[in-house]
C-alpha cells in the first residue's frame, strides 16, 4: 500500500453523490411527493439521509432499523456535521443539475420554485443498483423523509441547524467533543441555492 496516496471520501465521487440522489428522489421523495421537492429541501434530505442519527433517536425503533442498515450513531464524523452539510450545500444544485441533463429527473415549478422530481429513466437506473450500500440509504432516506416532510421549510432550516450544533444536547457529537474538546463553529448560514 502506498503511504502517500490520497484518500478519497465516497461524497467526493460525482458518480456517487449522483447515485445517492436518485436513490433519494426515487424511493424517499417521490413516495412523499410524486411532484418533487425543492432543491432546498432535496439538500436537507439528502444530508440528513447520508446522516441519520442527527435525526433519529439511536435507541428507537427507528434507530435499530438504521443499525441493521450498517450506520453507527458514534462514528467521528457526526463531530463536523456542520462543516460537511457546507460543503454539501455548495454541490447539490450542481449534482441536481446533472440528474436534469442525464435525463434522470424533470424540473418543475410550484409555487414559484423549482421542484425537482424523478422520472422514468431515473427510476429504471436507480432500480439496477444493487449494492448494499444503496439498501442501507434507501432505509434512511425512508425514515428521514418520513420524519421530516412534514416540517415547513422554515422550520425544518431551524431544526437542522440544531441538530448541526455537535454540542447540542444528546446530539451524536456532544459525547464525541467531551473528549476531543470543541472545535471551530460554522455561522449559521440559510440555505443560497
Known amino acids: 500500500m502506498e503511504a502517500h496516496r490520497p484518500v478519497m471520501m465516497p461524497e467526493d465521487e460525482v458518480t456517487f453523490r449522483l447515485a445517492q440522489l436518485l ?55 457526526y463531530a463536523s456535521s456542520s462543516q460537511r452539510f457546507t460543503s454539501r450545500r455548495e454541490r447539490i444544485q450542481h449534482d441536481l443539475g446533472l440528474l436534469v441533463a442525464y435525463g434522470c429527473c424533470e424540473v418543475h415549478t410550484r409555487n414559484g420554485a423549482f421542484a425537482y422530481a424523478i422520472n422514468s429513466r431515473g427510476r429504471e437506473l436507480g432500480a439496477r443498483f444493487t449494492a448494499t450500500y444503496a439498501a442501507s440509504f434507501t432505509t434512511a432516506a425512508s425514515i428521514v423523509v418520513r420524519s421530516l416532510r412534514k416540517l415547513s421549510d422554515k422550520a425544518l432550516r431551524e431544526q437542522t441547524a440544531r441538530w448541526l450544533r455537535p454540542d447540542g444536547e444528546g446530539s451524536p457529537g456532544a459525547a464525541l467533543l467531551s473528549v476531543l474538546g470543541p472545535g471551530p463553529q460554522a455561522p449559521d448560514m440559510p440555505w443560497e441555492g
Open 23 to 77: 436513490l433519494l428522489l426515487l424511493d424517499a421523495v417521490a413516495g412523499q411527493d410524486a411532484k418533487g421537492a425543492s432543491l432546498e429541501r432535496i439538500g436537507y434530505y439528502d444530508f440528513l439521509s447520508a446522516n441519520p442519527f442527527l435525526v433519529v433517536d439511536s435507541d428507537g425503533r427507528e434507530g435499530n432499523m438504521l443499525r441493521l442498515a450498517g450506520f453507527d450513531p458514534q462514528v467521528l464524523s
